[in-house]
């Protein structure tokens, strides 16, 4: 299923960079608020996890003041007990009175693609099929799993399905699906002060995410989608970010992004309105403390099928 692995762009240039980020101040902006930071009460991030039962469920946390938590929806029996070790973003698609769900996960040390359908009560539909297929093996050293699917506006513009993980040591791996096969792409080295990463911004040509660092550097990385391209990196703020595991964005207003960052330590969440990201420009405005407790192994964000990204 993967093939032709690529050599390694430029290992240590964004590792450089981000050091790099270390060394300067959370310069605090004082922009015009635009994008996301002036219009997030309208904006809401729908989370989904598995449970350590292996059941699957879904909530929407509402930018509203004070921030708002929609009931959670449980799924029994997707998964088995601890079986699923990282997971990708999640598409929903509404089918019938319920919701067809599909993603990438990592199970046993292999990666599989996912897909089960729920009925109006969250409940697996017997009518459709429930699948884990196995992709491929060797990804028992991985950090994280993202899956970015760009489905154009346009029908007659260029789509496609890219893969990203992260292993143990740093290195950072890109492929783009080929039918059923994926295509390595290129990928990085010296990554290993990266803590959470999250995409805000898909085109046809680049793809971008926010990641934070050990050192609390937050920092958004570019990639370009050509073969073997090297990521570069902007620093957004150089400090106070190294509290969060994860980082799960989505899009909000016409260019921001609502940014959530989960504390495993304290099992805690932080919601966070971000603007069109410009370097330390970028303005962030603090929403507060998400009012749930963050206990289950694995949190992803729940997309729709049509779903632009244009933080960045």
């Not at 032709?4 to 270390?22: D, E, F, I």
């Not at 729920?118 to 028992?140: E, I, M």
């Not at 410009?278 to 303005?283: E, I």
């Amino acid at each position: 299923m993967f093939r032709k692995t690529a050599s390694l762009a430029s290992a240590g240039v964004l590792a450089l960079a981000l050091g790099a980020a270390a060394g300067q101040s959370a310069q605090a902006s004082t922009s015009t608020q635009s994008g996301a930071a002036g219009t997030a009460a309208a904006c809401s991030l729908r989370l989904g996890s598995v449970t350590a039962n292996g059941a699957a469920t879904s909530r929407t946390i509402n930018a509203t003041s004070p921030i708002t938590v929609g009931g959670v929806r449980g799924t029994a029996g997707v998964f088995g007990p601890k079986q699923v070790q990282h997971s990708s973003t999640v598409v929903g698609t509404p089918l019938g009175s319920g919701e067809a769900r599909s993603g990438l996960t990592v199970i046993g040390g292999a990666l599989y693609a996912s897909s089960y359908v729920v009925d109006g009560q969250s409940q697996l539909d017997p009518h459709y099929p429930h699948n884990n297929l196995r992709v491929g093996g060797g990804w028992g050293n991985y950090r994280w799993i993202e899956q970015s699917i760009l489905r154009p506006a346009n029908a007659g513009d260029p789509a496609h399905t890219l893969l990203y993980g992260q292993r143990t040591d740093g290195t950072t791996l890109r492929w783009i699906a080929e039918g059923t096969s994926w295509r390595a792409t290129g990928g990085v080295g010296g990554l290993t002060t990266v803590k959470g990463i999250a995409l805000i911004s898909r085109t046809a040509t680049a793809e971008t995410f926010l990641a934070n660092t050990r050192t609390g550097a937050l920092v958004t990385v570019t990639w370009p989608t050509k073969y073997n391209a090297v990521p570069s990196s902007r620093v957004v703020r150089g400090s106070t970010w190294q509290g969060f595991e994860q980082l799960i964005a989505t899009k909000c207003g016409t260019n921001g992004t609502l940014l959530l960052g989960i504390d495993r330590d304290t099992k805690s969440g932080y919601l966070y309105a971000v603007s069109h990201a410009n370097g330390t420009n970028t303005v962030i405005k603090s929403l507060g403390k998400v009012p749930l407790t963050f206990s289950d192994p694995q949190y992803f964000r729940i997309a729709p099928k049509a779903d632009p990204l244009n933080g960045a």
